[in-house]
């Protein structure tokens, strides 16, 4: 039994991680899911009914647990950003894709990308994905000046998508501190199920 812990995420994190856990498992293979979100619960059960899963839903406490099988149905197609729900009133992606902010002078487009990623974690409200791709992917290594900033961010709850392509181009699959290596697929999900993208 495949076991997903997803307390503590928020949608569309709990969505899109199910998918990419129910797409590596054979036809009937059972998975459990964990979640302290009730939101993210509604979310979860309403996309395996739609895929012809009964799920069996158990709760304590806080925490509910989902236990459901793979369909026969091909999930490589389903979109799980049209059954994403959320109780806040915003939901932002943050995109980077390079090392630096703005045009112009390298110096102070590298100040600028610390400050403005060391601010993030001082939001009211975080956002629930930083996407890296391209040369962004660069800072998530750890010779990154904003590596300690990714990572108190991911410790509070944002989830770090690195472009997995784009670790592979600039050969840096060994220098990773922070994050986790995605696809275009889980990115492009996380986009469009994103209240609002911002791209400093």
Do not use: W
């Amino acid at each position: 039994m495949k076991v997903l812990d997803t307390k503590g995420l928020k949608n569309p994190q709990p969505l899109i991680m199910l998918k990419e856990a129910l797409l590596g498992l054979d036809v009937d293979e059972e998975i459990r899911v964990e979640t302290d979100n009730d939101t993210s619960l509604k979310s979860l059960v309403t996309y395996l009914k739609d895929q012809g899963v009964e799920p069996e839903v158990t709760s304590v406490g806080a925490v509910h647990t989902l236990v459901a099988i793979k369909p026969e149905k091909d999930l490589a197609g389903t979109n799980p950003a049209i059954y994403y729900t959320t109780d806040l009133p915003t939901n932002y992606v943050v995109c980077i894709k390079g090392e630096l902010m703005g045009d112009g002078d390298p110096e102070l487009g590298r100040v600028l990308m610390e400050t403005f990623v060391d601010n993030l974690k001082l939001q009211e409200q975080l956002p629930s994905h930083v996407v890296l791709y391209n040369g962004g992917v660069k800072l998530a290594m750890k010779q990154s000046p904003v590596c300690s900033s990714l990572t108190e961010l991911e410790e509070l709850g944002t989830r770090i998508m690195l472009c997995g392509t784009c670790i592979d181009h600039y050969g840096l699959q060994f220098d990773i501190a922070v994050g986790m290596i995605s696809d275009m697929v889980a990115i492009t999900e996380t986009l469009a199920a994103a209240g609002h993208v911002v791209t400093p």
